[in-house]
């Protein structure tokens, strides 16, 4: 059998990072090395926090600390407008979230959305996979994705009828729940409308 290389997120737990990069690609065109100077930088805080360190590593925080400090650390240097639709434990529709999206990304240039999805294989047992991912564009019935992933099973693309917004209403059929909550939707200042 061919050995196959790492790629991120199969020993790392930074796809969150990865997130804002992406979303700074699509927002400000960042390039590789002003990348790599953000991605160090927070990196660099969050380690200076050794319980926060430690949930990084092993995946025992949502993240949502990490993200937000990297947008505001982001912003001071690429204009950023970031709004947060949704309240913790608000109850989101998938047609609410949608329109959300929908209207944000398409209404101007330069505009773009984090959020995180759970991936679940036998429910009601605990999501297999808790991603962070970046929205490169949305239609009427699919999200797709500007995603850090290489893995062969990665998820590019959410259907509309195919995800859920309330992690009780994870079955069989529908493993997929998109957190409301953690969606921050980015916009260049002065971003154009479309």
């Known amino acids: 059998m061919m050995m196959k290389p790492f790629y991120q997120g199969k020993v790392d737990t930074f796809c969150a990072l990865y997130a804002v990069l992406n979303a700074l690609r699509l927002t400000h065109s960042i390039r590789t090395l002003q990348g790599r100077s953000l991605f160090s930088a927070e990196l660099l805080r969050i380690a200076k926090n050794p319980v926060l360190f430690r949930q990084v590593l092993d995946q025992t925080t949502d993240y949502i600390d990490v993200i937000d400090s990297m947008i505001q650390t982001s912003s001071q240097i690429h204009p950023l407008i970031c709004v947060i639709p949704?309240?913790?434990?608000?109850?989101?529709?998938?047609?609410?979230?949608?329109?959300?999206?929908?209207?944000?990304?398409?209404?101007?240039?330069?505009?773009?959305?984090?959020?995180?999805?759970?991936?679940?294989?036998?429910?009601?047992?605990?999501?297999?996979?808790?991603?962070?991912?970046?929205?490169?564009?949305?239609?009427?019935?699919?999200?797709?994705?500007?995603?850090?992933?290489?893995?062969?099973?990665?998820?590019?693309?959410l259907d509309k009828d195919r995800i859920k917004t309330n992690e009780k209403q994870i079955t069989s059929a529908d493993l997929l729940y998109v957190q409301p909550s953690s969606i921050r939707l980015l916009r260049l200042k002065g971003a154009l409308p479309r």
């Open 86 to 157: 949704f309240a913790p434990n608000t109850d989101v529709s998938v047609d609410q979230l949608w329109d959300t999206l929908d209207l944000w990304i398409n209404s101007r240039t330069n505009s773009t959305a984090l959020l995180r999805f759970m991936r679940y294989i036998n429910p009601p047992c605990d999501p297999c996979v808790r991603h962070w991912t970046t929205v490169g564009s949305i239609t009427n019935t699919t999200i797709h994705l500007f995603d850090s992933s290489h893995e062969a099973d990665a998820i590019l693309h």
